[in-house]
């Protein structure tokens, strides 16, 4: 064999969930790059998994960049960690750093800019020849750098758009070759957020609502073309009602739905007639259309082309749910679930997450408590530090004026 490509099983396996008896109705959508989709932050973690129309914060690249705009701080600063899988292995990581700076008019500062690096680390691998030799150790890995741009339109919307480079390295040689390299795509996101003060009884609430278009690009290959994959693009929509219970108490109830805009791809039981005989030309038809596909027609086909028809498109929508609970804006308690259909991957699971915030930074902290059967996603961690960089400023200014 001149060379082979690392597959990460146990990626797949905790996308995908546990397999059933009825596999002719298991049919989960595939990409590359999956751990674009990872969550990265602690709040959202503890939220289950949600964020598009969440109260802004540093972390809001991965939700929804439209966000930015809103932020009470001109600037932040935040680094996260997620060890991942370790019912499986223990040396598979998530490592995320996000920052923004908001600009302009001062005293309004209606536009951001903001960063973000995602590093998804595979651990350390022995590759092997055929005949089961060791020959060396690899480092597979996954990236993406993202720069976005966000803006209030009117004093409670604002859009935003996000690029992104990204850069898979999953595969090696066996003989020395370059044929497997690492695979490099761009993608682009696209977002908004609205929020209003409504009053209910005698108590101003607040009502948010957001979208975000995530991973619209290219696709990734590994060899040159001969297979390509597509990007995990998303279609996130949130609405967040945030009300107070008592002085310095707040409740916030918010829900996420999520679809990957991916085109299903095409199975060899779904090419059998009343008989059970198999249509090997049409299967090998759909494939190459499959394969040949653009990923923006990609994205208006994925509405439209499971085999379950209607019913079968309803089961790819994901959900999220969370309650957030603050006291003075400075202690958080977080619930949530996140489920999956148990035949589009059978992610189920709810989420625990605590938080303080003081003076300039932030804290945050969620766990992962799976309520589906072997799931591999069971007891994940998460951990955030944040950095309010105005206030830090600020602090740092006034000491030096003070001496």
Same mark, same amino acid.
Do not use: H
């Given at each position: 064999m001149k060379y082979r490509v690392i597959i990460i099983t146990i990626i797949l396996s905790a996308l995908c969930g546990s397999t059933y008896a009825q596999k002719s109705q298991f049919n989960p959508i595939t990409t !590359?790059?999956? /751990?674009?989709?990872? $969550?990265?932050?602690?709040?959202?973690?503890?939220?289950?998994?949600?964020?598009?129309?969440s109260d802004p914060d540093v972390n809001s690249q991965f939700w929804n960049p439209a966000k930015y705009a809103f932020t009470e701080s001109r600037g932040g600063l935040a680094v996260s960690y997620t060890p991942w899988l370790r019912k499986l292995v223990n040396d598979i990581n998530l490592a995320y750093v996000a920052g923004y700076w908001k600009f302009g008019r001062y005293g309004n500062d209606p536009q951001a800019l903001s960063a973000t690096l995602r590093y998804f680390s595979l651990g350390s691998i022995q590759t092997t020849d055929e005949g089961g030799n060791v020959l060396s150790s690899?480092?597979?890995?996954?990236?993406?750098?993202?720069?976005?741009?966000?803006?209030?339109?009117? !004093?409670?919307? /604002?859009?935003?758009? $996000?690029?992104?480079f990204i850069y898979s390295d999953l595969g090696y040689s066996t003989d020395g070759s370059s044929d497997v390299k690492g695979a490099a795509a761009f993608a682009a996101d696209i977002a908004g957020y609205?929020?209003?003060?409504?009053?209910?009884?005698?108590?101003?609430?607040?009502?948010?609502?957001?979208?975000?278009i995530s991973n619209i690009g290219t696709k990734v290959s590994y060899d040159g073309g001969a297979n390509n994959a597509y990007l995990p693009a998303n279609l996130r929509l949130g609405t967040t009602f945030k009300f107070p219970v008592a002085d310095y108490h707040t409740l916030a109830l918010n829900l996420d739905l999520n679809k990957l805009m991916v085109p299903t791809a095409p199975r060899q039981q779904d090419y059998l007639d009343a008989e059970g005989n198999y249509d090997q030309k049409a299967y090998q038809e759909a494939t190459e259309d499959y394969n040949n596909m653009s990923s923006f027609k990609g994205i208006f086909k994925s509405f439209s082309d499971a085999p379950g028809g209607f019913k079968e498109e309803l089961q790819e929508i994901q959900v999220s749910t969370g309650l957030e609970y603050s006291y003075n804006q400075q202690f958080f308690a977080r619930v949530g679930y996140y489920y999956e259909n148990k035949y589009k991957g059978n992610r189920q699971y709810l989420t625990f997450g605590a938080g303080f915030s003081l003076s300039v930074f932030t804290l945050?902290?969620?766990?992962?408590?799976?309520?589906?059967?072997?799931?591999?996603?069971?007891?994940?961690?998460?951990?955030?530090?944040?950095?309010?960089?105005?206030?830090?400023?600020?602090?740092?200014?006034?000491?030096?004026?003070?001496?």
């Open positions: !590359g790059v999956t /751990s674009l989709n990872i $969550a990265p932050d602690a709040r959202g973690g503890g939220l289950g998994d949600l964020g598009v129309a690899v480092n597979p890995y996954e990236m993406a750098l993202d720069l976005g741009y966000s803006r209030k339109l009117t !004093g409670n919307f /604002s859009m935003a758009v $996000a690029l992104r609205q929020t209003f003060y409504p009053i209910v009884g005698r108590s101003e609430c607040q009502w948010s609502w957001g979208f975000n945050d902290a969620a766990y992962v408590l799976a309520t589906a059967q072997s799931s591999p996603l069971d007891q994940t961690l998460r951990f955030t530090l944040g950095f309010d960089m105005a206030g830090l400023k600020d602090l740092v200014g006034g000491g030096r004026r003070r001496r």
